[in-house]
């Protein structure tokens, strides 16, 4: 039986969870995965972003418990209770985006025995939709996939991203690879950064129970990426353009004041993505499932509508 995982239920606003555990990834990192029993509709593989945790997903999956689905939620590695990857445990940081598929391929074993039979769809945000992406790609089964401003493309222009690139070994062999990217601020300190420099969520309310949750529970805490993360992150998104979309029905939204993803990547990806459709959604930030009631309510109802019409 695997090991029991924390689980803060005071921060979560979340049903109990079935089990919280510890899974290992191939090559020994520790991961955390959450699972919610499967509804008579199926299970949720929620893919999280960076720095999220799986407790942020509790309202989340509130709902998707309302709706008739299960849900499971994982902290990649390297943020929430996972091993960190570094000996500064608020640098988010990866060497190469594979790496990821590590942890999809633990994640994968872990649903595979606790609902081996439900029906299964995929839930990602920004980073998670790059992850979730590659791995639908790679054969992950799932009947729908829906994605929430998935980083597909980052916002830089091509003259950075080339350069980056390029910059890449010689960055790895004199480990400034593993400094923070330039410009750092307290925008990515969420624990400290005031809702009105934020570029997540146009909801005060919201934001305040995201901030309340790092701030009660430090150990959550994650900062600003490395620029080895950022280098992965541009080669894995260069590499993702060059391939066709996965046989997967698929839901998209992003919003007209996105800062922190590409959203011509995600008009690219989905209209190449013949049983996909992709919304906008007017006023929205980066996370839409966080947002105001409106756009949180309208995305959530487009991707229960994609599940359900995906029954097997």
Same mark, same amino acid.
């Given at each position: ?88 445990? =608020?640098? /988010? #940081?990866?060497?190469?985006? &594979?790496?990821? @598929?590590?942890? $999809?391929? +633990? ?92 570029? =997540?969520? /146009? #909801?005060?309310?919201?934001? &305040?129970?995201? @901030?309340?949750? $790092?701030? +009660? ?96």
């Amino acid at each position: 039986m695997p090991d029991t995982a924390p689980f803060f239920a005071d921060i979560a606003d979340a049903p109990p969870p079935h089990s919280v555990i510890w899974t290992q990834a191939e090559g020994g990192t520790k991961l955390r995965v959450a699972l919610w029993p499967a509804g008579p509709k199926g299970m949720v593989a929620i893919f999280p972003g960076r720095t999220e945790v799986i407790e942020k997903y509790g309202r989340v999956i509130t709902d998707l418990a309302a709706a008739g689905y299960g849900a499971a939620a994982i902290d990649w590695r390297g943020q929430g209770l996972s091993d960190r990857l570094t000996d500064r445990p =608020l640098l /988010g #940081d990866v060497q190469d985006f &594979a790496q990821f @598929q590590l942890d $999809v391929a +633990a994640y994968r074993k872990v649903l595979d025995r606790f609902a081996p039979d439900a029906p299964r769809f995929v839930l990602a945000h920004s980073m998670g939709g790059c992850i979730a992406l590659r791995a639908l790609i790679d054969g992950f089964p799932a009947q729908a996939a829906s994605f929430s401003a998935p980083m597909w493309g980052l916002p830089l222009n091509s003259t950075t991203s080339r350069a980056i690139a390029v910059m890449r070994a010689a960055l790895r062999m004199s480990r400034l690879d593993q400094r923070e990217v330039p410009g750092a601020g307290v925008e990515f300190r969420l624990w400290e950064n005031p809702f009105d420099n934020n570029e =997540l969520t /146009g #909801d005060a309310e919201t934001y &305040a129970w995201m @901030q309340a949750q $790092v701030q +009660a529970h430090t150990q959550l805490r994650l900062g600003a990426p490395s620029l080895r993360w950022l280098a992965a992150a541009l080669a894995e998104t260069a590499a993702l353009q060059l391939l066709p979309a996965p046989k997967v029905a698929a839901f998209c939204g992003v919003g007209t004041r996105e800062k922190l993803v590409s959203a011509p990547a995600i008009e690219g990806r989905m209209a190449g993505w013949p049983n996909g459709r992709l919304e906008v959604y007017q006023g929205a930030l980066h996370e839409l499932l966080m947002e105001r009631a409106a756009t949180r309510d309208a995305f959530l109802r487009a991707t229960l509508a994609l599940f359900d019409a995906n029954q097997p």
